[in-house]
């Protein structure tokens, strides 16, 4: 499938079953979009009289067709789907797990009005995961992980860090493991900043491999949703912290994670606002919430935010160009060594290589499915009981989803995400189409910034 479109000056070609890019003038921009529907003499007529300043000849537009031809023989254009099969065959693979989302704090400090979590409680009542617990949770993870080596586990909330000692003595055993089972073990910690402090920096640094930082940019920005129960803003408490871990982490990854909503559609604002700041790694997520929501995005808001998209790439190649970059989480893309085709199929593996554990043990998919009873796994005692859901998500990949056999960013988005699938439309093989417009618009941008660095 190719795909074609015209983004900051350029006219760009993309083959998504090859992955190939390609830049090409408007004359052959406009041939490859006939290519497969008219013939050669039918294409001379039209781009002759579409172009008459060019003076082009029969000869100059059969020149550039076959250079088209060349392409699509050595698969670099129009190249087939040939994955359907082998996504399909992903029903018999093993449920090896490498990932874990650990819920240590079924609690938090904030009242953040758009929390999906329902301000850290998951519909439920508040808890904290003990000890115990949570050792029980990583003895799951190691049993289950086959002969991989290196396991990754998120200290996830609520607010982790209202559970901090728990986190330290859970990562102190983890190394412990490591050297009796041969794992190694990559800790991420997101959190909301209001508890940090020297000890948690300290550790961090020393013990996460990523840490997660939430501000959603401006002020008057972060201070309208993510208040303290009290309805205070929490901008001014956590971003001295956040400057301050930034600062001591060296060059240990991190990253900025806010939130944009129908209030502030202008979210470019609020990262260029976090990147004056001299934060480098970030990320701002759509919100993800019910049509009724005065936070939720609306049609209307659709061409606002492509723009927002396109003005972001355009200003990341320009302090790129500076001296000034930064990094945007959702414009990573390597064209080169990206991941395997079978990842870009199945996506992120939730409820067969990554689960979610809650306090009492349950288990389930991921994080955003916790509290809901229908997609509870199992727990880490009795491990996984019901085989039925997780079957249900070993056949979630790209090519489950009927909206997306014509789509030609599958092979970029997998499918998308489950969660979301399943809370716009009921089932984890639906499509949440917002979500998909908006992903389509990121990659456009991405693979131009690509463009732009080759030149």
């Given at each position: 499938?190719?795909?074609?479109?015209?983004?900051?000056?350029?006219?760009?070609?993309?083959?998504?079953?090859?992955?190939?890019?390609?830049?090409?003038?408007?004359?052959?921009?406009?041939?490859?979009?006939?290519?497969?529907?008219?013939?050669?003499?039918?294409?001379?007529?039209?781009?002759?009289?579409?172009?008459?300043e060019?003076?082009?000849?029969?000869?100059d537009?059969?020149?550039?067709?076959?250079?088209?031809?060349?392409?699509?023989?050595?698969?670099?254009?129009?190249?087939?789907?040939?994955?359907?099969?082998?996504?399909?065959?992903?029903?018999?693979?093993?449920?090896?797990?490498?990932?874990?989302?650990?819920?240590?704090?079924?609690?938090?400090?904030?009242?953040?009005?758009?929390?999906?979590?329902?301000?850290?409680?998951?519909?439920?009542e508040?808890?904290?995961?003990?000890?115990?617990?949570?050792?029980?949770?990583?003895?799951?993870?190691?049993?289950?992980?086959?002969?991989?080596?290196?396991?990754?586990?998120?200290?996830?909330?609520g607010?982790?860090?209202?559970?901090?000692?728990?986190?330290?003595k859970?990562?102190?055993?983890?190394?412990?493991?490591e050297?009796?089972?041969?794992?190694?073990?990559?800790?991420?910690?997101?959190?909301?900043?209001?508890?940090?402090?020297?000890?948690?920096?300290?550790?961090?640094?020393?013990?996460?491999?990523?840490?997660?930082?939430?501000?959603?940019?401006?002020k008057?920005?972060?201070?309208?949703?993510?208040k303290?129960?009290?309805?205070?803003?929490?901008?001014d408490?956590i971003?001295?912290k956040?400057?301050?871990?930034?600062k001591?982490?060296?060059?240990?990854?991190?990253y900025?994670r806010?939130?944009?909503?129908?209030a502030?559609?202008?979210?470019?604002?609020?990262?260029?606002?976090?990147?004056?700041?001299?934060?480098?790694?970030?990320?701002?997520?759509?919100?993800v919430?019910?049509?009724?929501?005065?936070?939720?995005?609306?049609?209307?808001?659709?061409?606002?935010?492509?723009?927002?998209?396109?003005?972001?790439?355009?200003?990341?190649?320009?302090?790129?160009?500076?001296?000034?970059?930064?990094?945007?989480?959702?414009?990573?893309?390597?064209?080169?060594?990206?991941?395997?085709?079978?990842?870009?199929?199945?996506?992120?593996?939730?409820?067969?290589?990554?689960?979610?554990?809650?306090?009492?043990?349950?288990?389930?998919?991921?994080?955003?499915?916790?509290?809901?009873?229908?997609?509870?796994?199992?727990?880490?005692?009795?491990?996984?009981t019901?085989?039925?859901?997780?079957?249900?998500?070993?056949?979630?990949?790209?090519?489950?989803?009927?909206d997306?056999?014509?789509?030609?960013?599958?092979?970029?988005?997998?499918?998308?995400?489950?969660?979301?699938?399943?809370?716009?439309?009921?089932?984890?093989?639906?499509?949440?189409?917002?979500?998909?417009?908006?992903?389509?618009?990121?990659?456009?941008?991405?693979?131009?910034?690509?463009?732009?660095?080759?030149?």
């Amino acid at each position: 499938m190719v795909h074609q479109y015209k983004l900051n000056g350029y006219n760009i070609v993309l083959d998504t079953c090859s992955g190939s890019v390609h830049t090409v003038d408007d004359v052959a921009y406009d041939i490859i979009s006939l290519y497969k529907e008219k013939s050669a003499d039918e294409i001379c007529d039209i781009i002759i009289k579409k172009y008459p300043e060019e003076n082009l000849s029969q000869q100059d537009i059969k020149d550039c067709l076959d250079d088209v031809k060349y392409l699509e023989d050595n698969k670099k254009l129009f190249t087939p789907d040939t994955y359907e099969n082998m996504a399909f065959d992903f029903k018999n693979r093993n449920t090896v797990l490498k990932a874990m989302c650990l819920h240590v704090a079924h609690t938090c400090n904030l009242n953040c009005e758009y929390c999906f979590a329902s301000q850290g409680k998951y519909h439920g009542e508040r808890a904290l995961m003990d000890f115990e617990t949570g050792k029980k949770a990583l003895d799951f993870l190691i049993a289950n992980s086959g002969t991989r080596h290196n396991l990754e586990v998120d200290f996830f909330g609520g607010e982790p860090l209202m559970n901090w000692d728990v986190v330290k003595k859970l990562v102190e055993y983890a190394r412990e493991q490591e050297k009796i089972h041969n794992k190694n073990f990559r800790f991420t910690l997101t959190t909301n900043g209001m508890l940090i402090d020297d000890d948690v920096i300290d550790f961090s640094n020393k013990e996460m491999s990523n840490v997660v930082l939430s501000l959603d940019g401006r002020k008057e920005i972060h201070d309208r949703l993510r208040k303290d129960y009290s309805g205070k803003g929490s901008y001014d408490v956590i971003v001295p912290k956040f400057k301050e871990f930034v600062k001591r982490r060296g060059n240990k990854s991190y990253y900025m994670r806010g939130t944009f909503t129908h209030a502030n559609t202008d979210f470019t604002n609020d990262i260029f606002h976090m990147a004056d700041m001299g934060f480098t790694e970030l990320s701002m997520e759509p919100v993800v919430c019910a049509p009724t929501d005065p936070s939720a995005l609306t049609e209307n808001d659709l061409p606002v935010l492509f723009e927002q998209y396109e003005i972001l790439a355009k200003e990341m190649i320009k302090r790129q160009k500076e001296g000034k970059p930064f990094t945007f989480y959702h414009y990573m893309l390597d064209l080169k060594h990206g991941p395997c085709i079978y990842k870009r199929i199945s996506g992120c593996g939730s409820g067969t290589e990554y689960v979610a554990v809650t306090p009492s043990g349950e288990i389930y998919p991921c994080h955003q499915f916790v509290g809901d009873k229908k997609y509870l796994l199992g727990n880490i005692y009795d491990g996984i009981t019901n085989t039925e859901v997780q079957n249900e998500f070993k056949l979630c990949n790209a090519y489950a989803r009927p909206d997306c056999k014509d789509c030609w960013a599958k092979l970029y988005c997998s499918g998308g995400c489950a969660a979301n699938s399943y809370h716009a439309t009921g089932k984890i093989t639906g499509i949440y189409e917002y979500g998909c417009e908006l992903f389509k618009k990121r990659i456009e941008c991405a693979v131009m910034m690509k463009v732009a660095e080759a030149e």
